[in-house]
């Protein structure tokens, strides 16, 4: 019998660091733990992190041998910057002569970086023109920067991304004299020297920190005996290894909301959608758009970086948010939450220590106003009414959900306040969510419109311990499908766990060739590769925006060949089911149009048009879109079909055409394609499908989203 091997995800949530153990081959779940999140440690969150670790081995019986996979998503980074906790940096630049060096030393003197929390970033610059650039003069530099304190250096020059020369001079000499370095042209290949080393200081800040964490979870899983790489996960949804976070840090921002999103991803049936990450303190709300979350530029200090991470609003309303009442009325409900208030929720209180309720009214934290609600027992203990007890009242939570409570310690606990506000206890659990749903429904609105998710072809996606208290008002209010998948409470630890490894390479090319497609497709697959997957494994998404000319690859692959499928084969019956449920549509208005060995497709006739669902044979719906035609060809004619398409769903607007997304299903993957030029469209699924050498028939499926 083979022996049993398994992948841990571990996940640092704000309260709690919970670790998962999955079956590689089965992708069952065969482990949970949780610990307290050790902020205070002198480890930081590693502390959690290892002890969760090791918990999970011990509580489950799994040898250390048989581990194959351990990741990790972080705070580290993200705690760092709002906390102000961020080491001083020395800059050094370099550039040309003249007019262009002086442009190179403005662009290269980064200006202190206020971090909006009252901290900041220093910042201490050195520029070296082109003509006076010697190695002494690099050593003088660093020299000057040591006695003003600098341990941190950013080496940053002009044209870097085209030659790194100077830059890697610099750095050679920094880490020489035992300086932490960061390059600029490291952290991206764009054009744009200001924003490039600006973002280069941003990660220099946090690397002492870092590098510090870093070595400790490393050894500690060492100790432990299991020798695989340190996966950690990024803030776009991919994981790299240990050794690749030491030089970019940055990249891990946003780690925990991506790992809630990945783990979604690997149990939903959709394509398109909005998804909550709802804890107690606080909700993450982002986009997943054509099965992959929405990426974008974060912004630090008010401007934007070169730090690819999920596009994620962050709204201070969740689970545990406290009511708050002025004058006899509801005045809102958060953005203090029981967690911070130091109470349990009503629903979690034995209805037999709730005796003799009274109404009291508190500051949670110095400066906050007095109106947070409290609920005084006998006992002296004190409670809070939350929007998951509101949501217990009105019958959305159900005993499946995490967030499950006591109907009638809420009652009773809830009574009070009722009273003083003068509405029936239902009355006032619809305003609470009614006053947290008013803060959700232009986030949502907005996303939508960003990213041009069309409502029928949008669902919402609850993760997290909270998530239906506040996802199924939500969305009834909205009068959109959505759901809470299985494990939501630990859905972070698994997306860790199944997490892939990911590398994106950006590039500026006019008029870009197909040997330039080639070489950033390699470049980006090669950077995969280094951080750990196989070289099987991987596939390169392509982007080019036709407005900037920017190119982007999104190298995704596993650290290991995958053999296996997550889910059993998905019947056409099961196929037509999902479809239907998704369209909201009766078997007769639903029809498959076209199949292959890997995918379903079926159409229905609704307001937008001729309405498409792709579902492969996994029963994950691949594709929404409202109006689209599909064509099964020959890979000989693809050519043809996609020629016929072009023209017959194209949409003329006055003087503006708007041209079809593409989507070809060729063997067992989808591939999207986007732009609004014919030979540039070609170019790039030539580069493709020149990778299939099968005969069979390929799905053309064309979709024009505002038909």
């Not at 969150?45 to 990741?71: H, R, T």
């Not at 000499?173 to 300086?179: I, N």
């Not at 990945?262 to 054509?290: P, Q």
């Not at 009414?385 to 109907?407: K, M, R």
Request: charged fraction near 25%.
């Amino acid at each position: 019998m083979t022996e049993r091997k398994v992948r841990i995800g571990i996940d640092v949530g704000g309260t709690h660091t919970k670790a998962v153990a999955i079956d590689n081959l089965t992708k069952e779940i065969i482990g949970k733990s949780s610990v307290k999140t050790t902020h205070d440690s002198e480890s930081g969150v590693s502390g959690g992190v290892v002890a969760a670790f090791l918990k999970c081995l011990e509580e489950y019986e799994i040898a250390p041998e048989s581990v194959v996979f351990v990741a990790h998503s972080t705070t580290q980074a993200t705690n760092a910057l709002l906390e102000g906790d961020v080491a001083t940096v020395g800059v050094i630049g370099t550039g040309g002569n003249g007019i262009e060096g002086f442009l190179a030393k403005l662009q290269t003197k980064v200006k202190d970086i206020d971090l909006g929390t009252g901290r900041k970033i220093v910042v201490i610059s050195r520029y070296i023109p082109g003509k006076e650039y010697t190695a002494a003069a690099v050593d003088q530099a660093l020299a000057e920067l040591r006695s003003e304190k600098v341990n941190v250096l950013v080496a940053t020059s002009a044209f870097g991304v085209d030659d790194l020369t100077k830059e890697q001079e610099i750095l050679a000499a920094a880490e020489k004299q035992g300086f932490s370095c960061t390059m600029a042209s490291e952290m991206t290949k764009l054009y744009g020297l200001s924003r490039r080393t600006r973002t280069a200081v941003i990660n220099g800040s946090i690397l002492p920190k870092m590098l510090e964490t870093a070595n400790c979870t490393e050894e500690s899983v060492r100790e432990a005996g299991v020798d695989v790489p340190l996966m950690i996960m990024r803030g776009d949804g991919g994981v790299m290894d240990v050794g690749e976070m030491k030089k970019r840090p940055v990249l891990t921002m946003l780690s925990g909301p991506a790992a809630s999103v990945m783990g979604s991803l690997m149990y939903l049936r959709a394509s398109n959608g909005i998804y909550f990450e709802v804890g107690g303190t606080s909700t993450n709300i982002g986009v997943i758009k054509d099965g992959r979350p929405a990426i974008d530029y974060s912004q630090i200090g008010g401007r934007n970086t070169y730090i690819s991470s999920l596009d994620v609003r962050v709204l201070g309303v969740a689970g545990g948010s406290m009511v708050r009442v002025e004058q006899h009325k509801l005045l809102d409900i958060g953005p203090r939450s029981a967690h911070i208030g130091g109470m349990d929720y009503a629903a979690f209180t034995p209805s037999e220590e709730i005796e003799e309720p009274t109404l009291e009214f508190f500051s949670p934290k110095a400066g906050d106003p007095k109106d947070y609600v409290a609920i005084r027992l006998k006992n002296g203990k004190r409670i809070t009414i939350t929007t998951t007890d509101a949501a217990n009242v009105l019958g959305l939570i159900q005993p499946e959900h995490f967030s499950y409570g006591n109907q009638e310690s809420i009652r009773k606990a809830m009574q009070p306040l009722a009273d003083y506000v003068n509405k029936t206890i239902e009355e006032m659990a619809e305003e609470l969510l009614a006053l947290a749903f008013a803060k959700i429904r232009p986030v949502i609105l907005s996303l939508a419109e960003k990213y041009k998710l069309e409502k029928d072809q949008m669902s919402l996606v609850g993760v997290g311990g909270g998530a239906a208290s506040l996802i199924i008002y939500t969305a009834e209010k909205l009068g959109l499908n959505y759901q809470i998948p299985e494990n939501a409470e630990v859905i972070s630890s698994i997306g860790v766990a199944l997490a892939m490894v990911q590398d994106v390479v950006e590039r500026m090319i006019p008029n870009p060739t197909r040997e330039d497609i080639n070489a950033i497709k390699r470049e980006a697959a090669d950077k995969a590769i280094e951080n750990g997957a196989t070289e099987d494994s991987i596939e390169v998404h392509i982007d080019i925006d036709p407005q900037t000319q920017k190119i982007t690859a999104i190298a995704t692959g596993s650290t290991e060949v995958q053999t296996t499928e997550l889910l059993s084969a998905c019947t056409e019956e099961e196929a037509h089911e999902i479809a239907g449920t998704d369209l909201r549509v009766g078997d007769e208005q639903l029809q498959l149009v076209e199949q292959s060995e890997h995918f379903y497709v079926f159409s229905a006739k609704i307001k937008s048009g001729d309405a498409v669902r792709v579902i492969d044979r996994k029963g994950f719906i691949r594709m929404q879109r409202g109006h689209a035609k599909t064509i099964k060809t020959p890979m000989s004619s693809y050519m043809d079909a996609i020629s016929f398409l072009w023209e017959e769903m194209a949409n003329y607007k006055s003087d503006l055409i708007i041209r079809p997304d593409f989507y070809i299903c060729a063997g067992p993957r989808m591939m999207d394609f986007s732009s609004n030029d014919f030979s540039q469209l070609m170019m790039l699924i030539e580069v493709e499908m020149a990778d299939f050498q099968s005969n069979e028939d390929v799905l053309i499926i064309a979709a024009n989203q505002s038909y």
